[in-house]
């Protein structure tokens, strides 16, 4: 089975770029999460989502962020404009519904390495 | 409010010594759910292994082996006989009851393991 895909890998952009990154979660996954992961904070829940609806984003640092899931299979997480601050790893994570075996458990994407300039 | 602590911030072994990782945490419910995640060098966050509360058995697969303890709020992870590829950062996790489950799932700051040959 596939695991979680994201896109892309890593960017490199300028300050006040607009940035978008891509994430597919594993099918059948009801739950998507986005995470942030720098030095100097380590691992951050950024907003996370359930049957397609934001549940949760009060992890979202600024306005600047957005994000979307317009179906089951696809979410994006949007900055704009982005910062040199933004710079970090974006992991994006899903997990099974409400039941089964390791319905907690989440399964991480290989991450986008972001640096704005 | 959920807490996992990793003490060590940093270890080095020589290559087939045995060695453990700590991690301790807070909670207040009855039913959480404890993780370990490895992120090799190429970034990449990779679940390793799921404990509900109510499971208190240690677990081995390989050379891997966790051991739990509610009395004393630990879950510890050892390597036997470690290898130049288990070099690696890794995250304990913790995470509350499903229904408050994006709210309560957090990550220790990580355990950076090197070792070396």
């Known amino acids: 089975d596939a695991g979680v895909i994201q896109s892309p890998r890593h960017e490199v952009t300028e300050m006040g770029q607009e940035v978008t990154l891509r994430c597919k979660p594993i099918?059948?996954?009801?739950?998507l999460f986005w995470y942030r992961q720098t030095m100097m904070r380590g691992l951050e829940l950024l907003i996370y989502?359930?049957?397609?609806?934001?549940?949760?984003d009060s992890g979202m640092p600024e306005d600047r962020f957005s994000a979307k899931m317009p179906n089951a299979s696809f979410s994006t997480l949007k900055i704009q404009p982005s910062e040199p601050r933004d710079s970090a790893v974006y992991f994006c994570?899903?997990?099974?519904?409400?039941?089964?075996?390791?319905?907690?458990?989440?399964?991480f994407g290989p991450g986008t390495r972001l640096l704005v300039l | 409010a959920q807490k996992v602590t990793q003490a060590q911030t940093e270890i080095s072994v020589v290559e087939k010594e045995d060695v453990t990782l700590d991690c301790v945490y807070e909670t207040r419910d009855t039913t959480y759910y404890l993780f370990w995640y490895k992120q090799p060098p190429s970034g990449e966050l990779v679940f390793l292994i799921r404990r509900n509360s109510f499971d208190e058995q240690n677990e081995i697969s390989g050379r891997y082996s966790w051991n739990f303890q509610k009395s004393t709020s630990s879950f510890n992870f050892t390597i036997t006989a470690s290898q130049v590829v288990d070099s690696a950062v890794y995250f304990c996790?913790?995470?509350?009851?499903?229904?408050?489950?994006?709210?309560?799932?957090?990550f220790g700051p990580g355990t950076r393991l090197s070792v070396l040959p």
């Open positions: 996790a913790l995470s509350g009851p499903i229904r408050n489950y994006g709210q309560n799932f957090v």
């Open positions: 099918s059948g996954h009801d739950y």
């Open positions: 989502f359930n049957n397609n609806v934001p549940i949760d």
């Open positions: 994570a899903s997990r099974p519904g409400t039941s089964g075996p390791y319905q907690e458990t989440q399964y």
